[in-house]
């Protein structure tokens, strides 16, 4: 599952279709895979011991 913000209406929409390009059901603005969000998921379990990213 994945989201896409439309940046012309601004809506959002999501979609198990991560690698494919999909219109905005709103305006019909083309999302492509390189606008993916990530949605808010709840991975208790997926716990990673990474660092956090930075941006220094
Ligand atoms: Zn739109």
């Given at each position: 599952m994945v989201k896409r913000t439309c940046p012309l209406c601004g809506k959002t929409w999501f979609s198990c279709a991560e690698q494919d390009p999909w219109n905005?059901?709103?305006?019909g603005f083309l999302l492509t895979p390189d606008m993916n969000e990530n949605p808010?998921?709840?991975?208790?379990?997926?716990?990673?011991d990474g660092v956090p990213q930075s941006f220094l």
């Amino acid at each position: 599952m994945v989201k896409r913000t439309c940046p012309l209406c601004g809506k959002t929409w999501f979609s198990c279709a991560e690698q494919d390009p999909w219109n905005c059901q709103n305006c019909g603005f083309l999302l492509t895979p390189d606008m993916n969000e990530n949605p808010e998921e709840r991975d208790a379990e997926n716990q990673h011991d990474g660092v956090p990213q930075s941006f220094l």
